[in-house]
Structure formats: structure tokens, C-alpha cells
């Protein structure tokens, strides 16, 4: 039997701010959740994204501390197109998110940004140029 990919994990400092983060960009998870130590939505195709508060991680690593430094993993979301990658970048910053790099199209063929959730995971839009 061969291991298959499930889930990503994310740890974080504050449950309901990290959540508000990603119900902007359209995941569905219901408000109730924002007080969970441990939270998981199913992504269309089945794979996960779980989030745990840094507590519940200690709970079983109590060595566990907060990284510094970061920038070897990110998430990525599609959009609709380049105009979504643009709002959704605005809308995130506006409310107080760090952006890293503005929307711009890529040479790759995407419209294509970055900026961090509030635990400071990278977080990319993308969507192919138009």
C-alpha cells in the first residue's frame, strides 16, 4: 500500500483570525469553528486543510515553539480570473494582511500574487492571465 497525499496542516496563534483570513477567500466554515482548538474543512476533491491552535500542538509535542523565518512552504488558490487575483489581494490587504508581492502577470502565463495569513504563512492568487 502507498502512502497518498490528505491533508495540510496549518498551526496558529489565533483560530478565529486565521479563519476569517481563509473565508475570505471563499472556503466555507462555519463561525462556530472560531473557538475550536482543532478545525478541518474538506476541499472539493477531498483533500483537507486542518488547523490547530499552537496549545493543542503543545499538548502532545510540549518542545514545540514557534517558528522563525518561515518561507519554505505556501498555499496556493486559484481564481476565476486575473480581475478575482486583484480584488482578492486588495480586500486581504485592506483588512490588515501583509502582501508580499502585488498581482502582476507573470511570465508564466498567470496573473499572480502573494501575501501572508495571519500566522505569516505565504499564500498565493493566481488565475491565467487574460
Not at 14 to 24: C, E, I
Not at 103 to 111: H, K, L, V, Y
Amino acid at each position: 500500500m502507498n502512502a497518498r497525499f490528505d491533508s495540510v496542516g496549518l498551526i496558529v496563534s489565533d483560530m478565529a483570525a486565521s479563519l476569517a483570513f481563509y473565508r475570505r477567500l471563499g472556503l466555507d466554515i462555519p463561525a462556530a469553528a472560531d473557538t475550536e482548538p482543532h478545525v478541518e474543512h474538506t476541499l472539493p476533491g477531498g483533500t483537507r486543510i486542518l488547523w490547530d491552535t499552537e496549545d493543542v500542538v503543545r499538548s502532545f509535542d510540549p518542545d514545540w515553539t514557534r517558528p522563525h523565518g518561515g518561507g519554505r512552504a505556501d498555499l496556493a488558490f486559484a481564481c476565476d480570473g486575473p480581475e478575482e487575483v486583484d480584488r482578492l489581494y486588495e480586500e486581504l490587504v485592506a483588512a490588515g494582511h501583509p502582501g508580499r508581492l502585488k498581482p502582476f502577470d507573470a511570465f508564466w502565463g498567470q496573473r499572480y500574487a502573494t501575501l501572508h495569513d495571519p500566522d505569516g504563512i505565504g499564500v498565493s492568487l493566481f488565475a491565467a492571465s487574460a
